[in-house]
């Protein structure tokens, strides 16, 4: 049989047809999805290594439970694909994280087998804790059958606090909860901390049944073996009460470029062939966010020893892999434990040391009460890098970095910058280390290359970039979207307007000559990679409004709501984040006399 008839076979893939399946049939099968998820997600990127590890086991949880009556819970979200190819989704593959397409997590409106999107890790449990309850609590009616409620976590994800309080809750309750421990000993890089310890002695263990935690324990069992796994999976689902099933995988498996990619097992991914794994290359001009914070805290450290990294399982995601190896004993990674990595980075500061804490965007908000009074309160000198800010692309609303702006802006002594290029984000960077409060940076993944050397070393709050200081409009734009505005005011000066400029490099707080320089425009306009609440234009309007300025102020951002996948400038695009919506923008609002 070819790979092509293998292919063909997957499209009408159905739950049944698995469960049926022989050995021989599931080997072909298994061949089948690992290259139909290799060259899908080579087209378009995602996450591949964690994928290819979970073949066998979602081979195996779905011929042992009856999804969707039993419940599977994914955590986290990204290992689902298995799980969306058995369940009918097979023929949309090749959709995946396209707009319009197949999400590349779990999705309530895609499918009755996913019941939850979650994409942050560590959540699987709690859900799990109230399905079983509300299970358990239900009238059972006459030959009501008992519903199991399954959740796939791997070692990574059970770092998280939050995944430790729900296990602590599902035991002392005795709910009926499968814990599948999908242990491939990593999260993006190798699994930290003295859990990954207690999991690596299980993991080198024979198979066994014991009491662990107050619960029974089963494994380790290897999960690329389809037979063994569905053996201990059906002595837990015949269980009462909680169970660990240990499963013990490899990232990556069947694919040798991810076999054999030591950083992360090609963890996520973006275009690449094939054939050879090799990523396909990035566009011009363009430079890689990580590689700059990456050199930029090696001078720092270099420089000042109090300099250190707290990352929360984010150290190669961020680009720090070469920091960790020139300074290994200045970076702490602790985990997917954002709200321990913050208040840690809070009682660094407390000891004298300058904490720099890598995260990304969409993370920061699980530690926002740890921001806002461990540091905070404190007026603590924590520096904080946000990549990933911003309109993100295929990995959809919940990976979407639309909130951090918000978010700082309501601690008090906080400030947040934003590059516009990667030499921007170099200056940025020094001067966020040298201040006395927390600080953020935010940037997106890929930054244009900008000229190493133009400008200042160093950019302190809360100094802008001006272009102009009277006219008809002025445009204030963070970020990339100074390039927009860019576009947007040659646009606007062809239809004879006299347009300024300002790049807000610190959209938090505001440039002092803001209120002196709009007075002297007809309109102000904000365009902002970030959601329209909370953002650079309500700063902007409560700034006016404060000084009592009364000049008009549209603003360009994303409106609130859930942004879905897509691309990032299709998206942009949806959201009046390019040049001909802005310009439009500004010309009705000045025709419709509102300047």
């Known amino acids: 049989m070819t790979a092509a008839d293998l292919e063909l076979d997957l499209g009408g893939l159905t739950v049944a047809e698995l469960r049926a399946a022989g050995p021989q049939r599931l080997g072909e099968l298994a061949r089948a999805t690992r290259d139909l998820v290799v060259r899908s997600v080579a087209a378009r990127g995602g996450h591949l290594g964690p994928n290819l590890g979970v073949v ?12 969707p009556e039993d419940v599977l819970l994914w955590d986290t979200g990204h290992q689902s ?10 023929e949309r593959f090749a959709s995946l994280r396209t707009r319009g397409g197949l999400s590349g997590y779990p999705c309530r409106t895609e499918s009755d087998h996913d019941w939850v999107e979650n994409s942050h890790a560590g959540t699987s449990l709690s859900y799990a804790a109230g399905l079983a309850t509300a299970f358990r609590l239900a009238p059972a009616g006459a030959g009501a059958r ?15 606090g939050m995944a430790m309080e729900a296990l602590n809750d599902i035991v002392d309750r005795g709910l009926d909860v499968v814990v599948v421990l999908n242990d491939n000993a990593r999260s993006y890089a190798p699994t930290t901390g003295a859990v990954a310890r207690l999991l690596a002695e299980l993991r080198g ?55 054999q990619d030591q950083v992360d097992h090609l963890h996520g991914v973006g275009p690449f062939d094939a054939a050879t794994g090799v990523a396909a290359a990035g566009p011009a001009g363009r430079r890689s966010a990580g590689d700059v914070l990456n050199e930029t805290l090696c001078e720092l450290a270099a420089a000042d020893e109090r300099v250190v990294v707290v990352a929360a399982a984010m150290t190669s995601a961020s680009g720090l892999d070469p920091f960790t190896r020139r300074f290994p004993g200045r970076i702490l990674d602790v985990g997917i434990a954002e709200q321990h990595a913050v208040t840690l980075a809070a009682g660094l500061a407390m000891a004298g040391m300058r904490p720099v804490v890598a995260i990304h965007a969409t993370f920061l908000g699980r530690a926002f009460d740890q921001l806002l009074f461990d540091v905070g309160l404190h007026e603590l000198p924590v520096v904080f ?12 609303p919940s990976h979407h ?10 601690v008090p002594g906080a400030a947040v910058a934003t590059p516009s290029d990667a030499a921007e984000m170099a200056a940025l960077l020094r001067a966020a280390v040298e201040r006395p409060g927390p600080t953020l940076v935010r940037y997106h993944r890929n930054l244009p290359e900008g000229r190493p050397g133009a400008g200042p070393r160093v950019l302190p709050a809360p100094h802008w970039a001006w272009d102009g200081t009277a006219g008809d409009v002025l445009l204030v734009a ?5 390039a927009v505005s860019a576009a947007a005011a040659e646009r606007l000066a062809g239809a004879g307007l006299r347009v300024s400029r300002a790049g807000a490099r610190w959209l938090h707080p505001v440039d002092d000559r803001l209120t002196e320089v709009a007075a002297a425009h007809r309109l102000v306009v904000t ?16 700034a006016l409004s404060d000084a009592g300025v009364h000049v008009p102020v549209v603003r360009c951002g994303v409106p609130v709501g859930y942004l879905p996948h897509g691309d990032v400038a299709s998206l942009r695009a949806s959201t009046g984040l390019d040049p001909e919506a802005v310009t439009a923008r500004v010309l009705a609002a000045l025709d419709g006399g509102r300047a």
């Not at 694909?81 to 097979?90: C, L, Q, S």
């Not at 063994?228 to 099933?245: W, Y």
């Not at 963070?478 to 100074?482: D, N």
């Open 56 to 67: 066998e086991l979602t081979f195996a949880l779905h011929r042992v439970f009856d999804s």
């Open 81 to 90: 694909y298995i799980h969306k190819i058995v369940t009918g989704r097979a």
């Open 146 to 160: 008992r519903r199991r409620v399954v959740a796939v976590i791997g070692d990574g994800a059970l770092t998280a």
């Open 205 to 259: 263990g024979r198979e066994r049944s014991a009491d662990v935690l107050g619960c029974r324990y089963l494994g380790p069992v290897d999960g690329h073996d389809v037979a063994a796994t569905e053996r201990v999976l059906g002595a837990a689902r015949d269980t009462t009460g909680p169970v660990i099933v240990h499963v013990v995988t490899r990232k990556g498996e069947g694919y040798a470029p991810a076999e």
């Open 385 to 396: 890098v946000a990549d990933r800010a911003g309109i993100t692309g295929g990995d959809g």
């Open 401 to 410: 970095g639309l909130l951090d702006v918000a978010l700082l802006r309501h």
């Open 478 to 482: 963070a970020g990339e979207m100074t």
């Open 527 to 542: 365009v902002e990679d970030h959601c329209r609440a909370g953002g650079l234009g309500t700063a902007v309007l409560e």
